[in-house]
């Protein structure tokens, strides 16, 4: 069964520090979808990457980096030289890839991200 | 480009009243979705479709009935409502591969049951 877990219920760092977030799931699939979505104070709920199973390629985008190994089935989030910006709620999430064989997408519970100034 | 709009924002029912949540996009997207967010629950989802005239039971899917008679539109309809349904309930829409491809949410609707 799908099941995503983001153990860090809440975190605080001083604004300019790194910090992880940490992101383990489970499959059956070979094929499957890794999903982070940002949720600031306001609300919304915002794409920050997709990466597919096949692809264990890390990514950097600016100051955000992911880290998918899937020898620990694990996709953690890393922000370098953190911002008050930064502060939010942080969702990974988990789809398998069979479209439209019972279509569903698993989304952890979130790690609330505290950044200090 | 609106993207995804929720109406309403704000809504407060007695229970056993009903309601209709509306969900539009202007992204000619295929699938859409509702979910529901409690504290500490993360995003659950509650129905979906993949597609004009076609929907399906999500996780949570008990309480709720949808409908989606125009690809742009999806309607969440709450028949009774009960306190449980106290939550903040999330649009999104999807283009051609469903749950594998980028979400795109709408602002959220906080709902209260009293």
């Known amino acids: 069964a799908q099941k995503v877990t983001q153990a860090q219920t809440e975190i605080s760092v001083v604004e300019k520090e790194d910090v992880t977030l940490d992101c383990v799931y489970e499959?059956?699939?070979?094929?499957?979808?890794l999903f982070w979505y940002k949720q600031p104070p306001s609300g919304e709920l915002v794409f920050l990457i997709r990466?597919?199973?096949?692809?264990?390629q890390n990514e950097i985008s600016g100051r955000y980096s992911w880290n998918f190994q899937k020898s620990t089935s694990s996709f953690n989030f890393t922000i370098t030289a953190s911002q008050v910006v930064d502060s939010a709620v942080y969702f990974c999430a988990l789809s398998e890839g069979v479209v439209n064989r019972d279509d569903k997408i698993i989304f952890g519970k979130g790690t609330r991200l505290h950044i200090l100034p | 480009n609106a993207g995804v709009t929720q109406t309403p924002k704000f809504r407060v029912l007695k229970t056993g009243q009903s309601m209709t949540l509306l969900c539009a996009q202007d992204?000619?997207?295929?699938?859409m979705y509702w979910y529901r967010q409690d504290p500490g629950m993360g995003l659950r989802l509650i129905h979906y479709?993949?597609?004009?005239?076609?929907?399906a039971k999500g996780e949570v899917p008990d309480g709720y009935n949808v409908s989606r008679l125009k690809k742009q539109n999806f309607l969440l309809g709450l028949e009774s409502a009960a306190p449980s349904q106290t939550s903040v309930y999330f649009c999104?829409?999807?283009?051609?591969?469903?749950?594998?491809?980028?979400?795109?949410f709408g602002p959220g609707t906080r709902l209260t049951v009293l």
């Open positions: 479709s993949v597609g004009e005239g076609t929907t």
């Open positions: 999104a829409s999807s283009p051609l591969a469903g749950v594998t491809d980028t979400q795109y």
């Open positions: 990466r597919n199973s096949f692809d264990e």
């Open positions: 992204m000619n997207h295929e699938y």
């Open positions: 499959t059956r699939d070979t094929t499957y979808y």
